[in-house]
């Protein structure tokens, strides 16, 4: 059973085509970037080991869409020989409100709702609708497609944790509300956490990091999610690479009145010219910033220092929320790949016992899967790759053998 898994960014298309019949097998993967725009490219390889990168102009999600498709049946580059091998599409779905607390058979009612919800994840609710059209265009209205929503696996979050502090009514008439996101990730690695603590995850305490270009921090008792940083939209909780995290409300007015700019201008610097970008003013990358903090740029340590203080301070706050802590995990691109973060967190919190082993944290880069704890840890600390896409492909499957039957 051959699954397609899309996961739609505002200029950039993930995909993955799945044999779940053979040992859960991708068969093809990649990524188009910069949709829109005349530098456009697609990062594509295969099963055989053969890789490329196209230099092309998409000029939006459906034209990307369609030169993936073409990708998958080219005689040089392709894994299928028709549209037909492939039974199902998975998609990402960011935002599902309150409505959407598990995965979702695609239908006319789902689109309205998620295109209902476009105010609060901007960003991302659009290009998945534009997902869900152009593959609806392809393979037909009545082809099985399911969507996976990132804010499902926080739909467990207790009032007391998901209720802002505002008139109640906004919440029951705007749904206004923490919703939590990369929902997928965190439940996949928590999962993943509990079989290398050779533990039922229903007897786990776990804090996963998700740190990335978008970061958040998960607060998991028996697999259940507690709290996390993101709150009503993805701009919420900790510093990330262009977008704020949590502000004092009152400065949006300040600012908004001191530079004479309206609501919608400021929500766009909140989200593109903020975070790790706008205090370092070098770059968004990880990386970059921490090349010009070791050139002894003042501002990119503090960025640098920023963001590490933030997450140390939500682990602490959330060991707390679950009465303890089994495990912290670290995922996402920083998270996986940037030791030099994961140190000075974790060094940060040694006065609760926690340790890390600098020898295993500095090897444990590119994708590689390790626990990365001193042995006198009072917490086991992990590095473990997320599989957003697997995770889709399985609840895919799912569904697709439920509505068969």
Known sequence: MKILVINAGSSSLKF???????????????????????????????YKGYEKKFLVH????????????????????GVIKHLE?????????????????????????????????TPIAPIHNPANLHMILAC????????PQIAVFDTAFHSTLPPKAYIYSLPYEFYE??????????????????????KLLNKDIKDTKIITCHLGNGASISAIKGGKSMDTTMGF???????????????????ITFVCEKNNIS???????????????????????????????SLGNKRAILAHDIFCYQVMKSIASYIAVLGGCDAIVFTGGIGENRFEYRNTICDSLSFMG????????????????????????????FVIPTNEEIVIARETLSILKRIRV
């Open 16 to 46: 993955q085509l799945l044999d779940m019949s053979d040992n859960e097998s991708v068969l093809a993967k990649g990524i188009c970037e910069k949709i829109g725009l005349k530098n456009g490219f697609v990062k594509y390889q295969n």
């Open 58 to 77: 998409l000029k939006n999600h459906e034209e990307a869409f369609s030169f993936v498709k073409n990708l998958f049946l080219d005689k040089k580059y």
């Open 85 to 117: 091998e492939i039974v199902a599409v998975g998609h990402r779905v960011v935002q599902g409100g309150e409505e959407f607390s598990k995965p979702t058979l695609i239908n006319k009612h789902l689109i309205s709702i998620v295109k209902k919800l």
């Open 136 to 143: 609806q265009a392809v393979f037909g209205e009545k082809f």
């Open 173 to 194: 008439k705007y749904g206004v509300r923490k919703y939590g996101y990369h929902g997928i990730s965190h439940y996949y690695v928590s999962n993943e956490c509990a």
């Open 233 to 251: 939209t993805p701009a919420d909780g900790i510093i990330m690479g262009t977008r704020s995290g949590s502000l004092d409300p009152g400065i």
């Open 263 to 293: 609501m919608h201008d400021f929500n766009k610097i909140v989200n593109k010219n903020s975070g790790l970008l706008g205090v370092s003013g070098v770059s968004n990358d990880a990386r970059e910033i921490l090349k010009e903090a």
């Open 354 to 381: 926690i340790k890390i082993d600098k020898n295993l944290n500095k090897l444990t880069v590119d994708g590689k899967q390790a626990e990365i704890s001193d042995g006198e840890s009072s917490v086991k600390i």
